[in-house]
């Protein structure tokens, strides 16, 4: 089944422990990207990839990192996380420019 | 000003009417147009793309665009309880990224 597959579904942590949510897609897909949905500010993006090695910073990328070692993953890595990025986290990919994404289940991330 | 503007809602329609849902844009360089559907606590899911002037019909629904007016809608027929979500327009305005631009949505009721 074509897919776009993270982990974990739901995460608690604290404040400043680093963590990284995953993200793997089946369908050989040359775009992935990452959005953070917020309760009145919707889905905001926060990088993106073009391809293999290839990163930019979407709207919201303060305090994440990516990476793109291979085609199908693009995780995310939140080196000191803080309460304000208690938000839901989607990952989705796209076949190529100009088409749309397909999101993965999302995660859930609470920082106390 | 936000760059995707859609009406919050909730919209309320009757079960077996017709549901419009409008959304306007900022960007006159955007090249393609998405509606996802987002049901609660679920991720968004891609129901219909249009890159060009005019209507594009799936089923029970019909997305139309005007370019010139900077405006995308959708249309759902014989709307369905089932149909209740959020739905969400969203815009590529055609960068190297391939990055959309999501509005905040529009929750539609449709009353049994």
């Known amino acids: 089944e074509a897919q776009v597959t993270q982990n974990p579904r739901y995460l608690i942590t604290v404040t400043g422990k680093k963590l990284t949510v995953t993200c793997s897609q089946n369908?050989?897909?040359?775009?992935m990207s990452w959005y953070r949905q917020d309760p009145g500010l919707g889905l905001r993006q926060i990088y993106y990839?073009?391809?293999?090695?290839?990163?930019d910073k979407g709207d919201v990328p303060e305090g994440y990192k990516v990476s793109r070692k291979e085609k199908r993953n693009f995780p995310l890595i939140l080196e000191s996380p803080s309460p304000n990025q208690t938000s839901l986290y989607f990952c989705?990919?796209?076949?190529?420019?100009?088409?749309?994404?397909?999101f993965g289940s999302g995660t859930r991330l609470t920082v106390v | 000003q936000k760059e995707v503007e859609q009406n919050s809602g909730p919209l309320s329609v009757p079960e077996g009417a017709i549901a419009s849902l409008n959304c306007t844009y900022s960007?006159?360089?955007?090249?393609?147009f998405f509606w996802y559907r987002q049901y609660s606590g679920k991720s968004p899911e891609l129901i219909m793309s249009?890159?060009?002037?005019g209507d594009k019909e799936d089923g029970r629904f019909t997305a139309q665009l005007n370019k010139a007016s900077q405006y995308v809608s959708l249309l759902i027929r014989d709307s369905q309880p089932s149909d209740s979500a959020t739905y969400l327009c969203?815009?590529?305005?055609?960068?190297?990224?391939?990055?959309?631009?999501f509005g905040g949505g529009t929750r539609l009721m449709v009353k049994p």
């Open positions: 960007d006159r360089g955007s090249q393609s």
């Open positions: 969203a815009v590529n305005i055609g960068n190297a990224g391939n990055m959309l631009t």
């Open positions: 369908m050989n897909h040359e775009y």
């Open positions: 990839s073009m391809n293999v090695e290839v990163t």
């Open positions: 249009i890159y060009s002037n």
């Open positions: 989705a990919s796209s076949f190529r420019q100009g088409t749309g994404y397909t």
